[in-house]
């Protein structure tokens, strides 16, 4: 996932500064409790980034699990880096039909990100920005991959509030489609679904907002909200279309601290 959240750190103007600074939000999350899913659980929201210069670290969780990326760029002008995850697998699940299919392990994953960051667009404080992020299963769950697609953009309209929204296309492979929306014959007969076969395509598009406000010293609150729509053969899924719900909406709310 684009880590946008993490991105509230700095104003865009000053992303380019050879200083170090940082941002870290914890609070809770409210989100579907598996991906199709309408039935909702707590979890933690974590947000966190060091940066020196324009080149970062940082990492966060939404609904999927939690990812951390690097930015190392030699160059202001574009961003790239290496991308690790660990994505929420499904088990012990509230829904009586879902529960009876087959278990999916967490998985770690690893990939690449690509963004291009344009500053100073409508005012000397804002940022937009497309990316472009690939992620893959590395572990033993065979879990697929994913191709994200996103634009962003931020703005500062004042030194201690801070906005931003990014919207976001996903495409799937077979597998990863086949892995969280497929219906095996074993699965079927457990629960009472029908056989379903998930193909590769465009698994949702999205749109996340946030916002982070300093009360004072550096300390504030941090809000996100993320929607997402899934699309094709994974809303089709009986999983999603008998048993959950194409529209997936998390909120959560956190203390964060920047410097």
Same mark, same amino acid.
């Given at each position: 996932?684009?880590?946008?959240?993490?991105?509230?750190?700095?104003?865009? &103007?000053?992303?380019?500064?050879?200083?170090?600074?940082?941002?870290?939000?914890? %609070?809770?999350? /409210?989100?579907?409790?598996?991906?199709?899913?309408?039935?909702?659980?707590?979890?933690?929201?974590?947000? &966190?980034?060091?940066?020196? #210069?324009?080149?970062?670290?940082?990492?966060? $969780?939404?609904?999927?699990?939690?990812?951390? =990326?690097?930015? !190392?760029?030699?160059?202001?002008?574009?961003? +790239?880096?290496?991308?690790?995850?660990?994505? =929420? %697998? =499904?088990?012990?699940?509230?829904?009586? =039909?879902?529960?009876?299919? &087959?278990?999916?392990?967490?998985?770690?994953?690893?990939?690449? +990100?690509?963004?291009?960051?344009?500053?100073? !667009?409508?005012?000397?404080?804002?940022?937009?920005?497309?990316?472009?992020?690939?992620?893959?299963?590395?572990?033993? @769950?065979? /879990? #697929?991959?994913?191709?994200?697609?996103?634009?962003?953009?931020? +703005?500062?309209?004042?030194?201690?509030?801070?906005?931003?929204?990014? &919207?976001?296309?996903?495409?799937?492979?077979?597998?990863?489609?086949? $892995?969280?929306?497929?219906?095996?014959?074993?699965?079927?007969?457990?629960?009472?679904?029908?056989?379903?076969?998930?193909?590769?395509?465009?698994?949702?598009?999205?749109?996340?907002?946030?916002?982070?406000?300093?009360? @004072?010293?550096?300390?504030?609150?941090?809000? !996100?909200?993320?929607?997402?729509?899934?699309?094709?053969?994974?809303?089709?899924?009986?999983?999603?279309?008998?048993?959950?719900?194409?529209?997936?909406?998390? +909120? %959560?709310?956190?203390?964060?601290?920047?410097?």
């Amino acid at each position: 996932m684009p880590l946008l959240l993490a991105g509230l750190a700095a104003p865009a &103007a000053a992303q380019g500064e050879a200083r170090i600074s940082g941002f870290f939000a914890l %609070g809770a999350l /409210s989100t579907p409790e598996y991906q199709g899913s309408s039935d909702r659980v707590i979890r933690p929201l974590v947000a &966190a980034r060091l940066a020196y #210069g324009a080149n970062y670290v940082e990492t966060a $969780t939404l609904s999927a699990g939690i990812a951390l =990326r690097a930015n !190392v760029s030699p160059w202001p002008e574009i961003e +790239f880096g290496p991308v690790l995850g660990q994505r =929420r %697998g =499904r088990s012990d699940v509230e829904d009586e =039909r879902v529960k009876l299919l &087959a278990e999916i392990d967490d998985s770690f994953e690893a990939g690449v +990100f690509l963004r291009i960051p344009f500053r100073d !667009v409508l005012d000397s404080r804002d940022e937009a920005a497309i990316e472009l992020q690939f992620q893959g299963d590395v572990s033993s @769950t065979a /879990s #697929g991959s994913l191709l994200i697609l996103g634009g962003s953009y931020r +703005f500062d309209p004042t030194d201690r509030l801070r906005l931003s929204a990014i &919207a976001l296309a996903t495409y799937a492979s077979d597998r990863y489609n086949q $892995t969280f929306f497929g219906v095996t014959a074993a699965g079927a007969a457990a629960s009472g679904l029908p056989v379903y076969t998930a193909g590769a395509g465009i698994r949702d598009v999205g749109l996340t907002l946030t916002a982070n406000y300093e009360i @004072t010293g550096g300390w504030g609150i941090t809000g !996100v909200v993320n929607y997402r729509r899934l699309l094709g053969d994974a809303a089709d899924s009986p999983i999603v279309s008998q048993e959950g719900n194409a529209n997936q909406l998390s +909120f %959560g709310l956190g203390i964060s601290y920047r410097f």
